[in-house]
């Protein structure tokens, strides 16, 4: 399953970019990348998937080829949901599932509510970032690549090649990241992560829900904090509030298996989408 064309969906700060696979009358599936990734993430793994889906992989705003906000907008939880369905009503999809890792299973989970404690620390995250805005750098290819593992170290090299061919723009002297830098710290994106209101969030779900942890991945991406609470707390509140609507599956491979060691996830990934199809709409 070739690639289908590369997209740009029209917003008011510019652009959103994503890539589509797959026929336009297959049932969609919009894929939401981790954080400070891009839509490459997908690109080993969708072509293990069943040929009959619509696969669409976004670049979430200052990420990937996507337009940066403007200047005093802050990269938040609730500008990243409305992206999602920005880019849903482009397409204009009635129904469709969620292909997510990371960060994007967070930001794809999560509703509107009990936002208004959360803008306020939004905003004043948002102030901070600015202000400590320094010039992009431009970095030789190879040095690019070494510094991107090194903070990647769930990377092996193929796959830190391919989120840097769309995470970064070639200049003369070199390469230049494209995400916006004010999104380099995990907390002034997403710090809403209480444990209340991520429990508050699973209990609005109304879907069927496939979660797949690495067995050598980690928990608390931000810390680097092997935290096994939040992971139990999540798989508890799921299986309680969705009961036979969840499935929980755990692989060989670490963070970035998905992207690594696609073929390991593959086949439990298929067989949740051709699931689905067979259930009444």
Known sequence: MGLLSELKLA???????????????????LCLHGWLDNANSFDRLIPLLPKDFHYVAMDFGGHGLSSHYYLGVPYCQENFVNEIGRVVAALKWKRFSLLSHSFGGIIGGMGMENMLTYRRGAIEHMLQAEAFQKPRQVVKPEEMLQRFLKNNNHLNEECGRLLLQRGTTQVATGLMMNRDRRVGLLEYSIPFLTRELLVHSIKQLQAQVLLIKASQGYFNMERGITDKSVMLLVLDTLRSVLKEQFQ?????????????????????????????ERLPH
Do not use: R
């Open 11 to 29: 917003v008011p700060w510019g652009h959103i970019a994503a890539k589509a696979w797959g026929s336009q009358q297959g049932s969609p599936v």
């Open 248 to 276: 929980y599956m755990e692989v060989p491979g670490n963070h970035y298996v998905h992207l690594n060691q696609p073929q390991n996830v593959a086949d439990i990934i298929s067989a949740f989408l051709q699931s689905k």
